[in-house]
């Protein structure tokens, strides 16, 4: 059984030819990030932030400390994927929207901020672990939608963290989880590699 969508992630390779002559418009990199931020996050966090790398003068920054990936200087727009470390003090500000619109009663906010603040406020690493899963369900989500556009795309972990802290003004609370690059494709990119059989990694309880 299969469907446009799961053809779509099915058909999904990370990307290593682009075209160096393309480019997206404001628009499209909206629209990308607009559909990454329909992601989940705990408690409705959205603790989340994309640095579009698109200019030479970016992408000149970015290629050293990036191990002179190719994508970073090929493709149309390389985003820089940061997580927030969890904090639940932003919780009422996130949720007042769904307040504002009918969707969750007022009286529930206590009932969602109390917990995630038991949850990470006195745990770094649990903050950082929300950050990362963050980052990664939104990007996760810019990668399929990419495909779906007839777009490629290549997420990449190859850098050095520090440097693009440095580079790109990340806040403290910041994590760059990933480079992703996003762009029109040239010949030579391969189909999806074959998986490991889904008996290998599945256990029925």
């Known amino acids: 059984m299969t469907n446009a969508v799961i053809e779509c992630i099915l058909s999904r ?9 393309a480019a997206l418009s404001d ?16 408690f409705h966090l959205q603790n989340w932030r994309f640095i579009a790398v698109r200019t030479p003068e970016a992408k000149a920054r970015l290629s050293p400390i990036a191990w002179n990936q190719p994508a970073i200087t090929d493709a149309a727009v390389t985003f820089i994927v940061c997580g927030q470390l969890a904090d639940s003090s932003v919780i009422p500000d996130r949720l007042a929207p769904l307040v504002a619109a009918g969707v969750m009663p007022e009286k529930m906010v206590p009932e969602w901020e109390i917990p995630a603040r038991d949850l990470y406020m006195a745990y ?3 903050q950082r672990d929300e950050a990362v899963r963050t980052g990664t369900f939104g990007a996760a989500a810019m990668i399929y939608a990419a495909r779906s556009l007839g777009l490629g795309s290549t997420p990449m972990i190859g850098f050095d963290a520090e440097a693009v802290h440095q580079q790109f003004g990340l806040s403290s609370d910041e994590v760059p989880i990933m480079l992703l690059s996003i762009g029109p494709e040239r010949p030579g990119n391969w189909a999806q590699k074959p998986r490991r059989p889904v008996d290998d990694v599945l256990d029925f309880i």
């Open 13 to 21: 390779s990370a990307a290593k030819y682009y075209d160096p002559t």
């Open 27 to 42: 628009d499209q990199i909206r629209d990308l990030v607009r559909i990454g931020t329909s992601a989940p996050t705990s």
């Open 124 to 126: 770094p690493q649990r």
